[in-house]
């Protein structure tokens, strides 16, 4: 079938969707599409990499008596920018041409990418390393003629409640006094070895895996996404990343982070608050500190923004 067949036969189908209705049937705040897999092309450290992303593409449906969008020209859309690697730009682009394709339906567009994006990591003492994966979020929306750009991230960390570091701390005391008395010298070497034993360490403070959830808006001339320099500052601020590569070595180093940062949910926060207002890239930020408790049934959260008026809402 040549080109003129194809446009013959397609002028003569049918397009339900661009029909409008005779009286108005309300607008629509947004229309388009969810979980759409697509490769996307990233650039870090002067490499492009390749990324299987998830993304949602939506623009509003400003016009009462329309039917619908055009779902197809927004997956095409998306398909062209895929060519190109993801910044800041490339998603400013993609924005205008979404308004420009539905120039007379929509005045909003609205586009997240989602996928996990991994980097490796040294050990903490041994010769070894191994791959961490952070899940990531790039956005981009036009809303009332303002564009907003934003990176979100996920980065795992272990946190050690210093409440029960003190009770276990008591339980060791108490232990201590029953075994050596409560006045006199002790051995020395004795008190090594107690150290060292079951009987000695009869209590463990508890920890748990934890998630800080971040959402940044990038300032307005941004050229690219800082994912790694921005997962390097958190996990800087918290101390106790979780690690891949585990030697004895790397698990005694790891504890002895953990015990020299031990953290409330609000203080894994205000560590990671006062880090992102230090970082003159970041407009303005959303973040959500989850603790997995090993002691409860129920997690712990704090919540906190930069808040500026008219930023991130303080809302979990």
Same mark, same amino acid.
């Given at each position: 079938?040549?080109?003129?067949?194809?446009?013959?036969?397609?002028?003569?189908?049918?397009?339900?969707?661009?029909?409008?209705?005779?009286?108005?049937? $309300?607008?629509?705040?947004?229309?388009?599409?969810?979980?759409?897999?697509?490769?996307?092309?990233?650039?870090?450290?002067?490499?492009?990499?390749?990324?299987? $992303?998830?993304?949602? +593409?939506?623009?509003? /449906?400003?016009?009462?008596?329309?039917?619908?969008?055009?779902?197809?020209? /927004?997956?095409?859309?998306?398909?062209?920018?895929?060519?190109?690697?993801?910044?800041?730009?490339?998603?400013?682009?993609?924005?205008?041409?979404?308004? @420009?394709?539905?120039?007379?339906?929509?005045?909003?567009?609205? +586009?997240?990418?989602?996928?996990?994006?991994?980097?490796?990591?040294?050990?903490?003492?041994?010769?070894?390393?191994?791959?961490?994966?952070?899940? +990531?979020?790039?956005?981009?929306?036009?809303?009332?003629?303002?564009?907003?750009?934003?990176? $979100?991230?996920?980065?795992?960390?272990?946190?050690?409640?210093?409440?029960?570091? @003190? /009770?276990?701390?008591?339980?060791?005391?108490?232990?201590?006094?029953?075994?050596?008395?409560?006045?006199?010298?002790?051995?020395?070497?004795?008190?090594?070895?107690?150290?060292?034993?079951?009987?000695?360490?009869?209590?463990?403070?508890?920890?748990?895996?934890?998630?800080?959830?971040?959402?940044?808006?990038?300032?307005?001339?941004?050229?690219?996404?800082?994912?790694?320099?921005?997962?390097?500052?958190?996990?800087? @601020? /918290?101390?106790?990343?979780?690690?891949?590569?585990?030697?004895?070595?790397?698990?005694?180093?790891?504890?002895?982070?953990?015990?020299?940062?031990?953290?409330?949910?609000?203080?894994?926060?205000?560590? +990671?608050?006062?880090?992102?207002?230090?970082?003159?890239?970041?407009?303005?930020?959303?973040?959500?500190?989850?603790?997995?408790?090993?002691?409860?049934?129920?997690?712990?959260?704090?919540?906190?923004?930069?808040?500026?008026?008219? $930023?991130?809402?303080?809302?979990?």
């Amino acid at each position: 079938m040549n080109s003129l067949n194809v446009v013959t036969f397609t002028a003569g189908m049918p397009d339900i969707a661009n029909q409008a209705y005779q009286q108005p049937q $309300g607008t629509l705040d947004w229309v388009g599409m969810a979980e759409v897999h697509q490769p996307f092309l990233l650039e870090e450290e002067g490499a492009q990499v390749r990324v299987h $992303g998830r993304a949602q +593409i939506y623009v509003d /449906l400003g016009d009462p008596q329309a039917k619908g969008i055009h779902m197809s020209r /927004l997956y095409l859309h998306l398909q062209e920018a895929a060519q190109t690697p993801l910044t800041p730009n490339a998603l400013r682009a993609l924005l205008d041409e979404m308004l @420009a394709s539905h120039a007379e339906l929509s005045t909003r567009a609205f +586009i997240e990418i989602r996928f996990d994006h991994f980097v490796r990591r040294p050990a903490l003492k041994s010769d070894n390393s191994g791959w961490n994966s952070y899940p +990531i979020r790039l956005r981009a929306q036009r809303l009332d003629g303002e564009t907003r750009v934003e990176l $979100g991230v996920d980065v795992t960390y272990s946190s050690t409640c210093p409440c029960s570091a @003190a /009770l276990a701390r008591q339980l060791i005391q108490r232990q201590f006094e029953s075994d050596f008395g409560e006045t006199g010298s002790v051995d020395a070497a004795a008190v090594h070895a107690w150290l060292g034993s079951e009987q000695g360490i009869v209590a463990t403070p508890h920890s748990q895996r934890s998630v800080a959830q971040l959402l940044t808006r990038l300032e307005e001339d941004a050229t690219r996404f800082p994912i790694t320099e921005l997962i390097d500052e958190v996990e800087g @601020a /918290l101390k106790t990343p979780v690690q891949a590569a585990v030697k004895r070595e790397d698990e005694q180093e790891f504890a002895r982070l953990n015990g020299q940062n031990l953290m409330f949910c609000e203080d894994a926060a205000r560590r +990671i608050k006062a880090t992102l207002l230090a970082d003159a890239s970041v407009a303005d930020f959303w973040v959500r500190v989850n603790h997995y408790e090993s002691l409860h049934g129920h997690d712990a959260v704090a919540v906190v923004t930069a808040g500026l008026e008219n $930023g991130y809402r303080p809302i979990p």
